[in-house]
């Protein structure tokens, strides 16, 4: 099981915060904690009895009749205690029904209008648990029987909607984790580094870092072009790979760290044999070409391409030593008449 499931799987299983509204079937919707309505007279009496029809439809299956009740208690009476609850409750009934779209909508508006919400964390799981389904393949159904296409890409959005919105939540470098997933699958691999380098700079301390490091190796270990072109990712996997087995020596992947190291350190020691060879053979630059390939050598001593770099710099000391050998006898004096 991958670190981020089995964390969304322990958060899962934390308890639910308390909310001010509590349910019973015998008596209905009761304001708990001495929390107030916000509401006094007719409107009060109108929405609690509306909450409570929501809710008996709900409980009947009747799903759809249930959302449209409650989404009009929270359109109504926005200022109310019930506003908050009726968005979460209408948004739980959107997923059952796979409106996942409307759901995520519902859920967005309580964490903006009601940020202090007790439902917080209830909230941002919900939200969380849609951009997964979504992610995974799930489809958005349109008016709850038309089912849409798959849209990875907005499940992206919505994973970076839940770090945006909770960015201190333990749900945060899980939805990093995922977005960058989602970037990967859409062929975005600049996105996809940038989500796996907020995760590791951002939650250093998460479960998932050991993970995003490694995958932020591969990530550009995959735009690396080879040793004959410009090294800039083969150093950034390079760096991430060895920081990666500094930081996590236990973890059970350092074998893969460890191949994908030695991978970059022989493309990156062969790019200097390549430069080497230009200005040996093509420019007759010897001291450059020492330069370079004594950064082979430098970059991985025990590589094939140090050994290659070692033999060529045998071969270039034997061409300047006998461009050093001068003659003995001197040249014989010419006369000239005119």
Do not use: C
């Amino acid at each position: 099981m991958p670190y981020w499931l089995a964390a969304a799987v322990a958060l899962g299983a934390a308890p639910r915060l308390a909310a001010d509204l509590e349910w019973s079937p015998s008596t209905g919707w009761k304001i708990e904690g001495g929390a107030l309505s916000g509401l006094t007279g007719a409107p009060g009496k109108t929405a609690l009895e509306m909450m409570n029809r929501a809710r008996r439809s709900e409980e009947e299956g009747s799903n759809h009749a249930a959302i449209r009740v409650y989404e009009r208690v929270a359109s109504k009476y926005p200022g109310s205690v019930y506003a908050p609850e009726a968005y979460f409750r209408a948004a739980q009934l959107l997923i059952k029904r796979k409106q996942y779209y409307d759901a995520f909508k519902d859920l967005q508006t309580v964490l903006r209008r009601y940020p202090n919400t007790k439902r917080f964390n209830d909230v941002v799981g919900e939200q969380y648990r849609i951009a997964s389904i979504l992610m995974d393949g799930g489809h958005n159904w349109l008016w709850g029987f038309i089912p849409e296409f798959t849209n990875r890409a907005r499940a992206t959005d919505y994973f970076e909607v839940v770090v945006l919105d909770a960015p201190y939540s333990d749900y945060a470098p899980l939805a990093l984790m995922d977005a960058a997933r989602g970037y990967q699958a859409n062929k975005d691999t600049d996105q996809a580094i940038d989500a796996l380098d907020r995760l590791v700079n951002t939650y250093p301390q998460s479960v998932l870092a050991p993970v995003a490091y490694l995958k932020l190796g591969d990530l550009h270990a995959s735009l690396t072009e080879g040793p004959k072109y410009d090294q800039a990712s083969t150093k950034e996997a390079l760096t991430y790979y060895e920081d990666y087995m500094i930081l996590f020596p236990g973890d059970t992947s350092v074998g893969a760290a460890a191949s994908g190291l030695d991978k970059m350190k022989t493309i990156l020691a062969q790019s200097k044999i390549y430069i080497g060879d230009y200005y040996f053979y093509k420019r007759y630059n010897f001291t450059a070409a020492k330069v370079f390939y004594n950064e082979a050598i430098t970059a991985y001593p025990d590589s094939k391409p140090a050994g290659l770099a070692k033999k060529r710099l045998a071969e270039l000391e034997a061409k300047t030593s006998k461009q050093m050998i001068r003659p003995t006898t001197a040249p014989k004096k010419r006369f000239w008449l005119f």
